[in-house]
């Protein structure tokens, strides 16, 4: 338990917000925020988390990916409906 020099002025950090570890500056890591979209778009379609869940999770980290994940759950929406009534015919 030493603290020697590890002072060095540095942008406050803090892990990035797709679940990776990755100390930054920024929410995310440059490509994070499609892969975590991408994971809870799958998540959310494969019926593990419920559309609340998704956008609450979303919304914790910015109002701007809040608006992507509605987009994209829009879209899996959109293409259950369409498989649902393609069934159906
Ligand atoms: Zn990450």
Partial sequence: MTTTGKTTKAPQLHPCACGCGTQIARTFVRGHDSKLGKQLRADYAAGKLTRAQVLAAAKKISERF???MTRSIA???AKAKAAKA???A
């Fill in 86 to 88: 393609k069934a159906a």
């Fill in 75 to 77: 879209q899996v929406d």
């Fill in 66 to 68: 809040h608006g992507k």
